[in-house]
């Protein structure tokens, strides 16, 4: 926190001595590296406050979450995602962090499905497969943007026909809010005028001790007795397993690097770590609690609620300390844990799975809560 405040001040004196007026967000962003034109759209950084003085920052570049800043067990404001200090640092070094992923999140195999009789051919870029709606998804989008409160945000995309291969013109929306029980409430939507698939996500890269350290202290709770195992591509096999034995059995809180090396077991081995979708009990419940993150260091927690069958647990085994992020951290590997609530990996090519079809006159409708407490 110390670290944070002092690296704010010193803006503010830049900025004073250069006779700009700046603005500085709680978690130490400037908004004015936020504000600039990608692709012809403007874009710019959204600051949500509640009552209790949580942060949220939003850039409606990939429709983001750039901040979270949220007390710890001693009071001390804490920002618990990675992310970068500007939009040319989101650009020069790619990543999903804190996207609003679409069209697709997570992988269709070989970027190819059939709907209604056509096959339709997808990007390739992961493993062969298409990762995310393609390497130009909805992450490198901008959104247009509409503050309507203080802890209100509306995000909109239009995907045109065609986009990355889907078909269809797609209207998506994204509705986040930052309500007074210190929870992000998260509402996706989306309307076509052809036979599409969609699937939709919040891509935030957590760390509840603020510091972008290992996660391996971080204690995991899945309420699911089932996952879909993956083949060495990350690809879903189609196969539905049971937790039951196994790594990966987070039914009670355990420590996510308690297993994480365990490549004796081929699924951790295939996946680099936990990345994986988790088949929820709660089967659409979103009163029923999906998943829970603790930090022992900060005893910040965060719970996890849903209406998607599924949530896929990445535990940032990619990250290589290549990435410099926010204040200058560099992300090392397993630096964090995604959170992923979404249908099914590769849905489209398994017809036994939940459908991610959605047709005209339909509406697209997924709700994801990220609950914080201490």
């Known amino acids: 926190m110390k670290k944070v405040v002092m690296w704010a001040l010193g803006a503010l004196l830049v900025a004073a001595c250069a006779g700009t007026k700046v603005e500085v967000t709680e978690s130490g962003l400037l908004k004015s590296n936020f504000q ?53 640092d989101y650009i020069s070094q790619p990543s999903d962090f804190g996207a609003s992923i679409g069209r697709y999140a997570n992988r269709i195999n070989q970027g190819r499905f059939t709907l209604d009789g056509v096959e339709y ?24 943007a509409l503050q309507t409160s203080p802890q209100k945000l509306e995000l909109t995309y239009l995907a045109k026909d065609g986009e990355e291969g889907f078909p269809g ?28 698939v969609v699937n939709m996500t919040n891509h935030s890269y957590f760390n509840l001790d603020g510091d972008a350290a290992s996660n391996a202290d971080h204690l995991l709770t899945v309420d699911a007795d089932y996952y879909t195992p993956v083949d060495s591509t990350f690809m879903t096999t189609g196969e539905i397993a049971p937790v039951e034995g ?52 900060t005893g910040i927690t965060l719970d996890v609620y849903t209406d998607e069958p599924g949530i896929q647990v990445y535990s940032g085994n990619f990250l290589d300390g290549t990435q410099t992020g926010k204040k200058g951290i560099t992300y090392n ?18 017809p036994d799975w939940p459908s991610v079809v959605l047709r005209p006159g339909e509406k697209y409708n997924s709700h994801c809560i990220f609950k914080f407490s201490r």
């Open 36 to 88: 600039t034109e990608v692709n012809g759209k403007k874009t710019d950084l959204y600051v949500l406050r509640n009552k209790n003085n949580m942060e949220v920052c939003v850039t409606n570049f990939g429709g983001r979450i750039v901040s979270v800043m949220v007390p710890d067990k001693d009071g001390n404001m804490r920002d618990v995602v990675l992310g970068f200090d500007s939009i040319q």
């Open 121 to 144: 051919q997808l990007p390739h870029n992961n493993y062969g497969h298409c990762l995310h709606g393609g390497p130009k998804g909805f992450q490198y989008q901008v959104y247009d």
């Open 169 to 196: 013109n797609i209207t998506c929306r994204v509705f986040m809010e930052l309500t007074d029980d210190n929870a992000i409430d998260i509402r996706y939507e989306a309307e076509t005028d052809r036979p599409t």
């Open 246 to 297: 196994t790594p990966m059995d987070f039914r009670t809180p355990t420590p996510v690097g308690l297993r994480i090396s365990d490549y004796d077991f081929v699924q951790l081995k295939n996946g680099q770590g936990y990345d994986h979708n988790w088949v929820l009990n709660a089967k659409g419940d979103i009163s029923r609690k999906a998943a829970t993150l603790q930090s022992p260091k």
């Open 333 to 350: 590997q397993r630096a964090s844990v995604c959170l992923e609530t979404q249908h099914y990996p590769d849905s489209p090519n398994k």
